[in-house]
């Protein structure tokens, strides 16, 4: 008896291992062509489906033998990205064969996303939450809500039920990469949802990827590092964006993350090479005198590039005229300028969010509590320096004595996408 028993548990214990197995393949195999991730998934599903079919008739009678079964077939079924009606249709059979199944609720959730219909999977990952709760479960709760934000009318307030889905989630295992991974995540998107102009949701995003990669599992996932690049890219932290995607392209070829290195690098050398062409020309001494009579706000103490704090000025205003645009590759709204200051002293001038024709060459700018960052690295063997200055913000920036309108500003979108 005690044998026979010890049988049952073994061929249940080799179909589970078989699916568990098949996901794993899923979350670390990241070929060249994302084309040969599906068929090796789907051969690999096709082997890992036969220690379920071994699995004798005798021992699938009972309404919960009968509903895990149903559970693993439509959960190796669904390893592919696109939506399988055959797995949903097990799935489906498993939870009203034994709706405490929490996994199969999971997956009948991530099964019915697929083919687009957010509602009623947001319904399945609460119906596995509402049996106790669950990481895993809260990390798709959370990443299915910043998928609903698109499109939404209250998305500010559907990203926050996103943050803090992730961070429940971690409190139940402050040590799970994949949790703070989410977490990164749902602040990134914030970040971007209420306009780009809360910075303290890109450092909290940041924090959350470093808090991923002290997880060794975390280690294979090459999202978390393009992700965590994107950050540091946009908080022009070069070296660490660099390192970043550079990492996530040797994971995943298939990403393109070493077209963002290629981007970024010439960018680098664009911005060194006209800083130096610029620092000797005769013109900036004719241009230092416009500034110099530039009236400023009582308010604010009138800086020049060489005072400046590292990182926030407060109170400060730096004024500069406009050498030139600086034309980059990047999609993102992240406009680079050459700007001189009255001491003759060119620095790299970026402004996020704003359109190309809001400041043109030879405008003079007042910038307000700039941001300061000396630039010093080395990539590959190359060295980068120079200065530069940073507005977070539209009204941190007077255009020839005026402030830009409302119009001018100009938003970004990121969403979560179901990934397989």
């Not at 809360?198 to 995003?205: A, E, I, N, T």
């Not at 660490?240 to 960018?267: H, I």
Request: proline letters at 3%.
């Amino acid at each position: 008896m005690a044998g026979a028993v010890g049988n049952e548990e073994d061929v249940w214990g080799k179909a589970i291992k078989a699916a568990d197995d098949l996901y794993e393949l899923r979350d670390t195999f990241f070929p060249q062509n994302p084309d040969d991730k599906i068929s090796k998934l789907q051969q690999e599903s096709d082997l890992a489906l036969k220690p379920l079919d071994s699995i004798p008739a005798e021992q699938r009678k009972l309404p919960l033998q009968r509903a895990t079964y149903e559970y693993l077939r439509g959960k190796i079924l669904d390893v592919v990205p696109d939506y399988r009606k055959e797995a949903e249709d097990h799935l489906s059979k498993a939870v009203k064969l034994n709706p405490s199944l929490a996994d199969a609720w999971l997956c009948l959730g991530n099964c019915i996303w697929k083919k687009g219909d957010l509602t009623s999977a947001k319904n399945c990952f609460n119906l596995a939450l509402s049996k106790g709760s669950n990481k895993k479960i809260l990390c798709q709760l959370s990443m299915l809500e910043r998928r609903m934000v698109q499109g939404a009318e209250n998305q500010a307030e559907m990203v926050e039920q996103s943050i803090q889905h992730a961070k429940e989630a971690i409190t139940l295992d402050v040590k799970d990469g994949n949790s703070w991974y989410n977490l990164g995540n749902a602040c990134l998107t914030s970040f971007f949802v209420t306009g780009a102009w809360d910075h303290s949701k890109l450092l909290q995003s940041l924090k959350a990827y470093q808090n991923a990669e002290k997880d060794e599992r975390m280690k294979l996932n090459p999202d978390l590092y393009f992700n965590g690049a994107t950050v540091n890219k946009y908080l022009e932290n070069y070296d660490r964006a660099l390192s970043g995607f550079e990492a996530a392209a040797l994971k995943d070829p298939s990403l393109n993350a070493f077209e963002e290195v290629e981007k970024m690098v010439n960018l680098l050398k664009k911005l060194e090479n006209l800083l130096k062409g610029h620092s000797r020309e005769k013109i900036l001494a004719s241009l230092a005198s416009t500034i110099g009579a530039v009236n400023l706000n009582s308010s604010y103490k009138r800086a020049t590039l060489d005072v400046l704090s590292e990182g926030l000025n407060k109170g400060v205003a730096v004024v500069g005229k406009v050498l030139l645009f600086v034309k980059h590759e990047s999609i993102t709204p992240l406009r680079y300028y050459l700007v001189c200051d009255s001491n003759q002293s060119c620095f790299v001038l970026s402004v996020y969010g704003i359109r190309n024709d809001a400041i043109k060459e030879g405008d003079v700018l007042i910038l307000l509590e700039p941001y300061f960052h000396n630039v010093e690295f080395s990539w590959k063997g190359k060295c980068y320096k120079f200065k530069s200055i940073r507005v977070d913000f539209l009204e941190q920036v007077l255009v020839n004595g005026k402030a830009l309108p409302p119009h001018q500003a100009i938003r970004t979108s990121i969403f979560a996408q179901h990934k397989p």
